[in-house]
Nanobody, 120 residues
Framework: QVRLVESGGGVVQAGGSTRLSCAAS????????MTWYRQAPGKERELVGA????????NYADSVKGRFTISRDNAKNTVDLQMNSLKPEDTAVYYC?????????????WGQGTQVTVSS
């Protein structure tokens, strides 16, 4: 079992930056791909970006590409989301997700989410 806790966020002015962190307990994250999602009011949850288990590859939604950066520290069991040049449309609850496949079974764990509000 993996327990994920997001932190950071809050209210940020448009054009500003903030950093979210996702800390894991229970198991090491080193074998999990990590993904950040977000959900704005009245909208579906959408993928923000992901990073492979070793951290060698990242990918991002077009809407955040060039502005957001995902990094991970497997020694600290954390994954961060650096968010720059924030826009009001980035306002959402942000969730981290840990995923891996083992023995044909997919294991998924979610954090409780953290609110980011970008004021114009």
């Amino acid at each position: 079992q993996v327990r994920l806790v997001e932190s950071g966020g809050g209210v940020v002015q448009a054009g500003g930056s903030t950093r979210l962190s996702c800390a894991a307990s229970g198991r090491t994250l080193s074998t999990y791909s990590m993904t950040w999602y977000r959900q704005a009011p009245g909208k579906e949850r959408e993928l923000v970006g992901a990073i492979t288990s070793a951290g060698g590859t990242t990918n991002y939604a077009d809407s955040v590409k060039g502005r957001f950066t995902i990094s991970r520290d497997n020694a600290k069991n954390t994954v961060d989301l650096q968010m720059n040049s924030l826009k009001p449309e980035d306002t959402a609850v942000y969730y981290c997700n840990a995923q891996r496949w083992r023995g044909g079974i997919r294991y998924d764990y979610w954090g409780q989410g953290t609110q980011v509000t970008v004021s114009s």
